[in-house]
């Protein structure tokens, strides 16, 4: 997926202080949202949508995913579709991520890869921990980030999409974090913590009454990433400094059954993966 690898100038997203209105959120507000992670694996599952907004050749483009998350077992599945290239032309097919510990699989990655083979990614080796690579923030992984939360605001209450939520803003550390993360997701929060140029993330939560995520927007800072290692296969090969990446996830359907069926060793594309800049 040649998402971040044409990466240019920064992405608008949520702004970093207080909004308008907004008030410092009280000590049970804010564990709500640092512990918004142990809230949806105590949901289960849900189906989940994804938004990936960021510069392409002087363009603005979205990537965007659909899919679902069983929260109580770290994975889920969704089916990633990519813009057309800057001039409109250029289609391509879907691809279909797979979201495990550790680990990320996608099929129809791309050039030099057959299409019935996957290709694998050890996303403890990824300068981003997979925050951005995928083109989708894993779920979870998003949730997890809270943990880290500081400074956090409430703006009172909204509706979305029918549903009553508290909207809720502020700024999380990747590093700290990952101190506080379940073992299962330390490994690419600690690796993110190092491949980021500012660890601090800017973010806006919406959670319902029970305290599930509803919807929830980052934005990240990337820095440079060496094109070798385990990111020389993957689409983030080569960044710019500076470039910012504001990713949203939706929550949804909590309950609804997610199966992921993994694939066997023989499906997996271990030859040479063609960089979207070579």
């Given at each position: ?226 094109a070798s290692g385990g990111a020389a296969s993957t689409p983030s090969a080569r960044q710019d400094p500076g470039v910012t990446v504001t990713a949203t996830t939706t929550y949804d359907g909590f309950g609804t059954p997610v199966a992921v069926t993994m694939p066997n060793s023989a ?12």
């Open positions: 997926m040649a998402c971040a690898a044409a990466l240019t100038t920064g992405c608008g997203g949520p702004a970093a202080g207080r909004a308008a209105g907004a008030a410092p959120a009280d000590a049970a507000q804010t564990r709500a949202v640092t512990s918004a992670a142990d809230t949806l694996v105590g949901a289960g599952s849900s189906k989940v949508a994804t938004a990936m907004r960021m510069a392409s050749g002087g363009t603005w483009v979205t990537i965007t995913g659909t899919g679902g998350f069983d929260y109580a077992r770290r994975q889920g599945e969704l089916v990633v579709l990519l813009p057309k290239d800057a001039v409109g032309k250029e289609e391509h097919k879907p691809i279909t991520e797979l979201m495990t510990p550790g680990a990320l699989y996608m099929k129809n990655r791309g050039a030099g890869v057959p299409a019935d083979k996957w290709v694998r990614v050890d996303t403890t080796r990824l300068p981003d921990g997979n925050l951005v690579t995928g083109g989708a923030t894993e779920p979870l992984a998003a949730a997890e980030l809270l943990r880290g939360a500081e400074d956090v605001t409430y703006s009172g209450t909204e509706q979305l999409q029918g549903v009553r939520v508290r909207h809720f803003r502020g700024t999380t550390d990747i590093a700290r974090a990952a101190r506080i993360a379940p073992t299962a997701v330390r490994g690419p929060l600690r690796a993110a913590a190092k491949g980021f140029t500012v660890t601090r993330v800017p973010f806006d939560a919406w959670l319902d009454t029970q305290g599930r995520l509803r919807k929830l927007t980052q934005r990240f800072t990337m820095s440079p990433s060496p499906d997996i594309w271990t030859g040479k993966i063609v960089s979207a800049t070579s």
